[in-house]
């Protein structure tokens, strides 16, 4: 009988051992398995934050290449001005030119004035003006006048100089030699030919503020287009 009881304890305590190292194996098992799958998660979470870092960092220089290409791309529209130029130039035309261009710049586009120009009248260092006309004499107009306005009789001969007042591009103090015509209306008549793009006729000029039908009748023998 103690033998089977000695037995009994010996398998006893072999199911305990057994017993033992199966719950060592287990414990390591799940401790490993839980340190991988934390591993696992954790570069899921890293790979997914670099991800959104990525994604950041892709919109954030989309967002700074549009705004930088809206800064460059403003309209030249507003940045330039239309001049017409008419007269002893090669080539007379409408040009589009800078906001800060001279006189000279359009005369160069215009291919250079003829050798019948007449610049005697012309400041080539002014500032244009958007919609202004500038007007290239003939250097042979002005004897033209005088030849037409050459009285001769039986005692004298007189020569008269005309003194026409181009109204398409007489400076201030020019227009402002016309009988009743001073500053206001004077800046007046500049202000609405580089509106306009000039007068086409001379009775045009009865549009411009402050010059009406009697105004007009005082000065129109003086003045021409």
Do not use: C, W
């Amino acid at each position: 009988m103690l033998e089977e009881l000695f037995k009994d304890k010996k398998k006893l305590g072999i199911y305990i051992v057994i017993l033992i190292l199966l719950t060592i194996l287990g414990f390591n098992y799940y401790r490993n398995g839980y340190k991988e799958l934390r591993k696992n998660n954790d570069e899921d979470i890293f790979v997914e934050q670099n991800n959104e870092s990525d994604n950041s960092a892709y919109f954030e220089n989309e967002s700074n290449s549009k705004s930088e290409f809206s800064e460059k791309s403003i309209p030249l529209k507003d940045k330039n001005i239309v001049v017409e130029i008419k007269g002893e130039v090669k080539k007379p035309d409408v040009y589009t030119l800078e906001d800060e261009s001279i006189v000279k710049d359009v005369i160069d586009l215009a291919g250079g004035v003829t050798e019948e120009a007449d610049l005697s009248n012309i400041n080539r260092a002014k500032k244009l003006q958007n919609h202004e006309l500038i007007y290239i004499r003939n250097k042979n107009e002005i004897n033209d006048k005088v030849e037409d306005n050459t009285v001769v009789n039986n005692i004298e001969t007189t020569t008269n100089v005309s003194n026409m007042v181009n109204i398409n591009s007489a400076t201030l103090e020019e227009l402002k030699t016309l009988n009743g015509i001073g500053d206001a209306k004077a800046n007046g008549i500049i202000e609405y030919r580089e509106k306009s793009g000039g007068f086409t006729s001379t009775d045009q000029i009865k549009e411009v503020d402050g010059i009406g039908e009697k105004m007009f009748e005082k000065i129109k023998d003086k003045i021409e287009v």
